[in-house]
């Protein structure tokens, strides 16, 4: 899948890859793509629940078998 930006949150936990995932964003253009990449399973939940709350799209979410790490496409709202 494309996206315009690009950000890693891989061995960050708490709100701190919501925080980022959020700050990113804001410098973002209505209908850019952006691709967070994480390895938290606790992500799963916490980034389609900020999506609903802050009126951005979940695209999808890819996983990596080798390595388990998460990507979440977000389309700025």
Not at 64 to 76: E, N, P, R, V
């Amino acid at each position: 899948m494309d996206n315009d930006r690009k950000i890693d949150i891989t061995g960050l936990c708490c709100s701190v890859p919501i925080i980022k995932i959020s700050k990113e964003l804001k410098d973002m253009q209505s209908g850019e793509v952006l691709l967070a990449v994480s390895d938290k399973d606790s992500m799963k939940n916490d980034i389609p629940a900020f999506c609903r709350q802050s009126g951005n799209e979940l695209l999808g979410l890819e996983t990596s078998g080798q390595d388990d790490t998460l990507a979440f496409y977000i389309k700025k709202g």
